[in-house]
């Protein structure tokens, strides 16, 4: 499988705005050989903001995304900390049924996933999840599948993370969250953090190993890719 990431600046028009937003586009795919390759473009803003920026963990995530795409057919997919939401998006392209959160406070990122959609053509819900908190909306996520790309970098939130992604596993028998995250993050904090609420890691995995070669140039750093499921499915 092959693909590339290439900063594509926008026109100057976008460059000058307020925003000074830029857009990248991310490909998935070899065009040459597969008629299902395809690119997504994301809308970043210039000054690097937490939410608003492709973090390495996101590119691994998404190619993940589209090498396990026969999972995502059909799937419902909630995306934890989305941010720009390239993972989330490659799962919409596949056909899933995806919901993007990000911090609810966070309306600039909220409404740039918005943008992001509209962009590319896809229908994704756009909502705001706080991790640790239960407005009305997350008692109806039901995810078969929840992604988190670069969620595990403050390790005072861990905690609430770990609580909503309990939380949603519970919601679905036999959903899974599957993170990426770099090694700095503290893996033993996420291992102990596993046990306490009940969570086992069925698949960890050198983020690099998977992907092409081309988009591993372009990454620095040792990131982890986990799939973490409940360590006892509760009885529904
Ligand atoms: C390092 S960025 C990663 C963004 C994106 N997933 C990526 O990899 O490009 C962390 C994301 O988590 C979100 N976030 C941080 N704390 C959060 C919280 N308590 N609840 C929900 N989202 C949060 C931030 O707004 C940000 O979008």
Known sequence: MEGSDEDEPAGASSQSDQHMTTTSRHHFGNARDSGDAFSITIIESMKEDYGLFVWPCSVVLAEYVWQQRSRFLGASVVELGAGTSLPGLVAAKLGSDVTLTDNAVRLEVLDNMRRVCDLNELKCEVLGLTWGMWDAAVFNLKPKIILGADVLYDTNAFDDLFATVT???????GSVFITTYH???GHHLIEFLMVKWGLKCVKLLDGFSFMPSDKASGLSGSIQLAEI???CEPVK
């Open 167 to 173: 939380f949603l596993l519970q919601n679905t028998l």
């Open 229 to 231: 499921v409940l360590n």
């Open 183 to 185: 090694n700095r993050s």
